[in-house]
């Protein structure tokens, strides 16, 4: 299905620029012959239809070659964090059961000790450099030199092609299986709800193994005829460096320019990052029409200050592992509504339930449930427990949110996280909403753990500013100025930095 929507872009826009990556350009042409390539030395190695190939590797052309190949192919792909350690990846190449794996000289090593560790027989694939015995993924596509030719006709298949995991703030992570048609769905509910047409170049900063990344960046713009400009991997002394993306700001800002960017989804400490950046600020960024943030909350600070230097408004997407893009913020006056992910999607239904199950009202806050065709049937191999978020078509997500009277959402919390202090419900992002405000404090997460008697008590974990001396019972005075005695923290932790996800999202579970 996805191969037959690649095949009709390509049909439409041969030589037209596919992806950018750093000096490299690649038309829709060599794209989809690479593609078709590949898929013949993957089957040549004996990869079927069904098998998984584990992709463990950063934003590169080699990542979409690979997706698209196991699409023709009818396999399934699972994109891993190429900075996973070996414990990690071990757990998911183990658990979905993987046939081969699609990496680099740099994750060599690890990948090799796992596949010694668990004894089976995978294949492994590099994407650059020679090594004795190891497959190169340019021998293959060389293997198999394509001609474009007319494509049969046959029917789309619809079948599982992805594997991602919803880590969720407790317990082992849950594997989510999305099809061809979730993800065909997906792509064409953002298309339509955002008008992105072939004349529209993407700034892919996000990672593709992230359903973020591969629904917003990878499938919009392959299936649109649009570029994907990526950026690159930072080379010191020729071996790819990781750098905080506040070290990349001038790069990313250069490419806007040269690329003549028009859209730019990325997460909050991206825009933060970009706001903070010793730059021109008269840097032109007039092609830029829709700047989209998910992930995490907006800060109302970044908003401003993003606006006011480069004059484009940050817009709210809400979205899901199990679902993709579920809702995003296109209002004209976004100044008054910014804290809002707004409506849903084309061809996506929404409601605010209570614990019952019965829909509320405008303006009442309660669990956000939702209905697609790009929604996933529900987790592999789960609990029963697990399995209740997917009802009668439905996903329960565990968010809390509530609508206003024009249908916009506004996220209000985590069913999950709600911290419950002697039978009375607090939700945390209330509690970090108005520290936030404290002069002394830059960041702030606020979580439940246990105390020595098991009950459960209110810590906030604190990184301070550089405005002086900041004491617990300065943070306990201030919560007293502002909350009822039982939201009060108990427990109050400083820290130089708190861990961060690769979209920037708060590790919560790492603090307790």
Excluded: W
């Excluded at 570029?227 to 690159?232: A, I």
């Excluded at 320019?257 to 400490?269: D, G, W």
């Excluded at 029963?384 to 916009?408: I, P």
């Amino acid at each position: 299905m996805l191969d037959q929507a690649l095949a009709t872009t390509v049909q439409k826009h041969r030589e037209k620029t596919a992806v950018i990556y750093n000096n490299l350009r690649i038309s829709y042409a060599e794209l989809y012959s690479n593609t078709r390539s590949l898929c013949k030395g993957l089957s040549s190695i004996g990869v079927d239809q069904g098998d998984c190939i584990a992709i463990i590797l950063p934003n590169c052309p080699e990542f979409i070659i690979s997706f698209y190949a196991a699409a023709r192919l009818k396999a399934i792909v699972l994109p891993l964090n190429h900075l996973f350690k070996e414990d990690e990846l071990c757990y998911y190449l183990n658990d979905s059961n993987v046939c081969t794996i699609i990496t680099d000289t740099k994750r060599l090593d690890i990948c090799c000790r796992i596949i010694k560790t668990t004894g089976k027989k995978i294949k492994l694939i590099i994407i650059d450099g020679v090594q004795e015995s190891i497959i190169n993924f340019y021998d293959l596509i060389r293997q198999f030199p394509e001609v474009l030719a007319k494509e049969e006709n046959c029917l789309p298949f619809e079948g599982i092609l992805l594997y991602q995991y919803s880590s969720g703030s407790t317990g082992k992570p849950k594997k989510i299986c999305r099809t061809q048609k979730n993800l065909f769905h997906e792509v064409n509910n953002f298309t339509a709800t955002v008008g992105l047409t072939s004349a529209d170049n993407i700034l892919c900063v996000v990672p593709l193994y992230h359903a973020y990344g591969l629904g917003t960046c990878l499938l919009a713009a392959l299936y649109n005829g649009a570029t994907l400009v990526m950026l690159e991997q930072f080379l010191q002394n020729g071996t790819p460096t990781e750098l905080p993306f506040m070290f990349r700001c001038s790069r990313v800002l250069e490419l806007m320019v040269k690329e003549q960017i028009t859209i730019c989804p990325a997460v909050p400490y991206v825009f933060e990052a970009l706001v903070q950046a010793s730059v021109n600020n008269c840097v032109d960024l007039s092609t830029l029409r829709l700047c989209i943030s998910a992930g995490n909350f907006l800060p109302k600070s970044v908003f401003d200050r993003f606006l006011q230097k480069f004059n484009i408004p940050v817009r709210q997407l809400y979205g899901c592992t199990e679902a993709g893009s579920i809702s995003i913020n296109l209002d004209d006056q976004l100044e008054k509504t910014y804290n809002s992910v707004g409506c849903p999607m084309k061809n996506v239904s929404l409601k605010i339930v209570d614990d019952k199950g019965k829909e509320l009202p405008v303006d009442v806050s309660g669990e956000i449930v939702i209905a697609s065709q790009a929604l996933a049937s529900g987790y592999y191999n789960t609990s029963k427990q697990s399995q209740q978020a997917f009802k009668e078509g439905c996903f329960l997500t565990g968010d809390l949110g509530k609508k206003d009277k024009f249908g916009r959402l506004y996220i209000t919390g985590r069913k999950k996280m709600l911290i419950d202090t002697g039978g009375r419900k607090v939700n945390p992002l209330e509690i970090e909403d108005v520290l936030m405000t404290h002069p002394k404090v830059k960041e702030v997460v606020v979580i439940g753990v246990k105390d020595p008697n098991a009950r459960e008590v209110i810590k906030a974990v604190i990184v301070k500013n550089d405005l002086g001396n900041c004491e617990e019972q300065d943070i306990i005075s201030y919560c007293r100025e502002h909350f009822a005695e039982f939201k009060i923290p108990r427990i109050v932790e400083f820290r130089n930095k708190i861990p961060r996800n690769s979209l920037g999202k708060f590790l919560r579970k790492d603090l307790v």
